[in-house]
């Protein structure tokens, strides 16, 4: 039971370039959401999903999209990275009857 | 507007000197008010959910009380291995599934 996966560790991008940061996780959770994590601004919600083929925004989703095609995965994309992207990002899932969420152990991404 | 948050900042504690730490909330409708650990390069690894103020939750040396303005996270005769970031979140109804988090607060246990 490998629970949250993220994908990668580490990246170093530069500003303009676009990725995708995977996130799967194999407990068959409804909920799974992204945040990231900056020193002095704690967790912040970047988008978030209740099943697959529904999606809404967090409270900073500029600059990010994401899909849930199936309850697996729920990757998400930088567009056009920007400096300000620099930041740790954590996937996470939760069910319904279980609140708790689970998170994944982050990729480290760094926009130069 | 909901707010989240904990204090002190930064703990640090002595090899068996107990301490509470704090996480007070505005918000509107609580569905439930969880706590996380964090050590560094990880991610957070869920504790406790307290749902009702007067509810408490127990794990090893931590014990997790609600009212219903805050919460508190007490460590009894802390080891060096508590050493950690301890998150605190809430969950509001109006806001579906998504959690609101603290700020944090570092914790250091000195041998």
């Known amino acids: 039971n490998a629970g949250v996966t993220q994908t990668p560790k580490f990246q170093v991008l530069k500003t303009g370039q676009s990725m995708t940061l995977q996130c799967a996780q194999d407990?068959?959770?409804?909920?799974m959401s992204w945040y990231r994590q900056d020193p002095g601004m704690g967790l912040r919600l970047i988008h978030y999903?209740?099943?697959?083929?529904?999606?809404d925004q967090g409270e900073v989703p500029n600059g990010y999209n994401v899909s849930r095609s199936t309850t697996e995965d729920f990757p998400l994309r930088l567009l056009s990275a920007a400096p300000s992207q620099t930041s740790v990002y954590f996937c996470?899932?939760?069910?319904?009857?279980?609140?708790?969420?689970?998170f994944g152990s982050g990729t480290r991404l760094t926009v130069v | 507007e909901d707010q989240v948050t904990q204090s002190p900042e930064a703990l640090r504690l002595q090899e068996g000197e107990s301490s509470s730490l704090n996480c007070s909330y505005t918000?509107?409708?609580?569905?439930?008010l969880f706590w996380y650990r964090q050590d560094p390069g990880k991610g957070p690894e869920f504790l406790f959910t307290?749902?009702?103020a007067g509810e408490e939750k127990e794990k090893e040396r931590l014990k997790a009380t609600l009212t219903k303005k805050e919460s508190f996270l007490h460590i009894t005769a802390p080891k060096p291995e508590d050493s950690a970031t301890y998150l605190c979140?809430?969950?509001?109804?109006?806001?579906?599934?998504?959690?609101?988090f603290g700020g944090g607060t570092r914790v250091l246990v000195k041998p």
């Open positions: 999903s209740v099943g697959a083929g529904i999606t």
């Open positions: 307290l749902y009702s």
């Open positions: 918000v509107s409708g609580l569905r439930g």
């Open positions: 407990m068959n959770h409804e909920y």
């Open positions: 996470a899932s939760s069910t319904r009857e279980i609140y708790g969420y689970t």
């Open positions: 979140a809430v969950r509001i109804k109006a806001a579906g599934n998504k959690l609101t």
